[in-house]
């Protein structure tokens, strides 16, 4: 069914609405994962960290059911489907008493978590093209930073003010917020099916089946490893490796989540007329001298003088962070046939979930033996990446890395 230009636009405020209310639910919830699950079960935190990695593991799963579900129906439908699964999981929270019951409540959550990325790319891809994709992309990154950081000082708040029955006001408020963006996308959001639309269509053997494509998963592997320096990576180094006190993390956070919020946009539009491959290919010149600068970080005496080159070593990984993102979500979704959008970003989107469930052992390993080659791996890793994103420029849609 065509779709006017004004539906489009409501669409899209719709998304973003939608967008923003999840994501300041699930900033009440994330920045206390395993201590929430804990308190609102009562089960004990051994349990409760074996529970969340089944789970997780079995989220893994979500990814490639998602793409085939946007492909048989639409993005919008799989998207709302998500929130729906969440909000029912964070409603049954404080009902689980044991260790089956988590397992079965964590496990939807897991498998919404996953499933909402290739949802909402694929959705962003259908309501709008060219440059206006990626100011959407821009906004939906920029919204949701807002909001985890809302989010998390708000479950600081609850969980002060109200003790432990902050957590259970934590999992009701979080399923409201899923119930409410789930009708923001049903009330305004226009129904966009992709998989009728004209093309080739196909299976996941297909979507294996593109070189230039899988190179490009190849290289967006290496991005995503670095976009798992701040959460796992920077703990170890700094309060193990490097001595520096704890309460720096929260100061490096901070410093991150301010700037992913309030520096998108910008950076988007000092992007806007270069092709996305060489876009991409300099955010990861600017991850390697990030990488470069941790290691650097070493060699300075302990002290203010040492976390002065912390901070400015996570100053150049937002920015690399920031000049990562839009390109790459653009890149993927003008790659891939309308008709196989779903599969072809489920694809892509995976490899977030291979760098959660590497990244913690990985980089830990190294880390606690040969810290500098921690950083000298990354860097090797991302100038491949580089490299490979410009060589693909001649080989991919030529839609996919011009900016229309």
């Given at each position: 069914?065509?779709v ?8 899209e ?130 919204a ?35 119930v ?12 966009v ?14 979507v ?19 976009h798992?320096?701040?959460p ?43 092709r ?7 955010g ?35 920015v ?8 790459s ?45 921690l ?10 990446a ?19």
């Amino acid at each position: 069914m065509p779709v006017t230009s004004a539906t489009r636009v409501r669409g899209e405020r719709a998304f973003l609405t939608g967008m923003f209310v999840d994501a300041l639910g699930s900033g009440l919830y994330l920045p206390l994962t395993l201590l929430f699950i804990h308190e609102v079960t009562g089960l004990s935190m051994a349990v409760v960290g074996l529970g969340v990695t089944v789970a997780a593991a079995a989220g893994l799963a979500a990814n490639p059911v998602a793409g085939i579900l946007i492909d048989r129906f639409d993005a919008r439908g799989v998207l709302v489907g998500t929130y729906v699964l969440r909000a029912l999981a964070f409603a049954a929270y404080p009902l689980v008493d044991g260790f089956t019951a988590l397992i079965i409540v964590a496990a939807l959550v897991a498998v919404g978590d996953r499933a909402y990325y290739p949802a909402s790319a694929g959705y962003v891809a259908v309501l709008a093209e060219g440059a206006r994709r990626d100011r959407l992309y821009a906004l939906m990154a920029t919204a949701r930073n807002v909001a985890f950081g809302l989010g998390g000082l708000l479950s600081a708040g609850a969980v002060s003010l109200a003790g432990g029955a902050g957590f259970t006001v934590i999992a009701v408020v979080n399923a409201a917020s899923f119930v409410l963006a789930s009708t923001c996308l049903i009330l305004s959001g226009p129904r966009v099916q992709a998989a009728r639309d004209a093309g080739p269509r196909g299976g996941y053997r297909r979507v294996l089946g593109d070189r230039p494509f899988i190179a490009l998963v190849g290289a967006e592997q290496a991005f995503t490893l670095a976009h798992m320096i701040l959460p796992v990576a920077l703990p170890i180094y700094a309060v193990t490796v490097l001595g520096a006190p704890a309460a720096v993390l929260g100061v490096l956070y901070a410093l991150n989540t301010f700037l992913a919020a309030s520096g998108q946009l910008l950076v988007r539009r000092l992007q806007r007329a270069a092709r996305r491959t060489h876009s991409l290919a300099l955010g990861g010149a600017v991850l390697i001298a990030a990488c470069g600068a941790y290691a650097a970080t070493a060699l300075l005496p302990p002290g203010p003088v040492r976390i002065g080159g912390l901070v400015a070593a996570t100053l150049i990984l937002t920015v690399g962070e920031l000049m990562h993102t839009v390109p790459s979500w653009g890149l993927a979704a003008g790659t891939a046939p309308p008709a196989m959008r779903g599969r072809y970003l489920a694809i892509y989107q995976l490899t977030w979930a291979i760098a959660a469930v590497v990244a913690p052992v990985g980089f830990s390993a190294l880390l606690t033996t040969v810290p500098a080659l921690l950083w000298a791996t990354l860097g090797v890793l991302l100038a491949a990446a580089a490299l490979t994103v410009v060589r693909l420029a001649r080989r991919l849609p030529a839609e996919a890395v011009t900016v229309a």
